[in-house]
């Protein structure tokens, strides 16, 4: 074999060991992707049904439920504007509480009921997860619009 053949070898051979090594890379960040979604955004139909995601707003005065076993929780996550059941099994963060920020992450299964693998709750009094901050102030925007524009069509219908 020539030098020259020994050459392009290497070089063909470099590539395809390249060219493995970004391919698993690749898959392991996509399967380490987890996104982040509003119950507004879920309730669109934008959430991956049987696919890990995030979930955030914040947990509704009233809706924490404790199951028989004492272990099991079920809880309401709301953006203000649309609400999502979340299940849980296992110990929640001390600074869980009803109407406070929370991010959960699991899977949303094919009967609408969101199952958490993991729960994070905020961290002081002035803390919410950035992404769950989004969401309520998105929620209040969506909710004056449309309250300013149900103000506009009863004063157009009062004259």
Same mark, same amino acid.
């Given at each position: 074999?020539?030098?020259?053949?020994?050459r392009?070898a290497?070089?063909? !051979?470099?590539?395809? #060991?390249?060219?493995?090594?970004?391919?698993?890379?690749?898959?392991?960040?996509?399967?380490?992707?987890? =996104?982040? =979604?509003?119950?507004?955004?879920?309730?669109?139909?934008?959430?991956?049904?049987?696919? @890990?995601?995030?979930?955030? !707003?914040? #947990?509704?005065?009233?809706?924490?439920?404790?199951? %028989?076993?004492?272990?099991?929780?079920?809880?309401v996550?709301?953006?203000? &504007?649309?609400?999502?059941?979340?299940?849980?099994?296992?110990?929640?963060? &001390?600074?869980?509480?009803?109407?406070?920020? #929370?991010?959960?992450?699991?899977?949303?299964?094919? &009967?609408?009921?969101?199952?958490? @693998?993991?729960?994070?709750?905020?961290? &002081?009094? @002035?803390?919410?997860?950035?992404?769950? %901050?989004?969401?309520?102030?998105?929620?209040?925007?969506? %909710?004056?619009? @449309?309250?300013? %524009?149900?103000?506009?069509?009863?004063?157009?219908?009062?004259?």
């Amino acid at each position: 074999m020539k030098a020259r053949h020994k050459r392009i070898a290497l070089i063909v !051979g470099g590539l395809a #060991v390249l060219g493995i090594a970004a391919t698993l890379v690749l898959n392991a960040f996509q399967s380490n992707l987890v =996104f982040f =979604f509003s119950p507004t955004q879920v309730a669109a139909g934008e959430a991956p049904k049987g696919k @890990n995601f995030r979930i955030g !707003g914040m #947990v509704k005065e009233g809706s924490i439920a404790r199951e %028989a076993d004492g272990v099991t929780m079920r809880f309401v996550v709301t953006d203000t &504007d649309k609400e999502m059941v979340v299940n849980y099994k296992g110990i929640l963060p &001390d600074l869980f509480k009803e109407g406070k920020g #929370v991010v959960a992450q699991g899977k949303l299964g094919e &009967d609408g009921l969101f199952t958490a @693998n993991e729960v994070l709750a905020k961290h &002081d009094e @002035n803390y919410m997860p950035p992404e769950a %901050a989004k969401a309520v102030g998105d929620a209040h925007e969506r %909710a004056a619009a @449309n309250k300013a %524009a149900a103000e506009a069509a009863s004063h157009t219908l009062k004259q």
